[in-house]
Nanobody, 119 residues
Framework: QVQLQESGPGLVKPSQTLSLTCTVS??????????WSWIRQPPGKGLEWMGA???????YTSPSLKSRTSIVRDTSKNQFTLQLSSVTPEDTAVYYC???????????WGQGTQVTVSS
């Protein structure tokens, strides 16, 4: 059974870089046709797809976040990491990692982690 677990700071100061790691167990992040994604949900708003790193290592980011977002992976640890720079209070959200099959089926989700941006 594939499980995902987000980890990272719950509080980040404005202008800093947020770094969240998703650890995958029970499966490999190099499994063909899986896209390991980051999604967030600000308070009172819907889900927002932020970006993904593919089984191949290719990365994809939302155009609205492209200039501030980086996604990398460590295959030896079976982890992928989101880095979001220059955060503002508007980046306060619950952040989820997910495993998406062929860009269509969200097979696996982490439990989500609350991140608050505040001084």
């Amino acid at each position: 059974q594939v499980q995902l677990q987000e980890s990272g700071p719950g509080l980040v100061k404005p202008s800093q870089t947020l770094s969240l790691t998703c650890t995958v167990s029970g499966g490999s992040i190099t499994t063909n046709f899986y896209y390991w994604s980051w999604i967030r949900q600000p308070p009172g708003k819907g889900l927002e797809w932020m970006g993904a790193i593919a089984y191949s290592g290719s990365t994809y980011t939302s155009p609205s976040l492209k200039s501030r977002t980086s996604i990398v992976r460590d295959t030896s640890k079976n982890q992928f990491t989101l880095q979001l720079s220059s955060v503002t209070p508007e980046d306060t959200a619950v952040y989820y990692c997910a495993g998406v099959s062929s860009w269509t089926i969200y097979d696996y989700w982490g439990q989500g982690t609350q991140v608050t941006v505040s001084s």
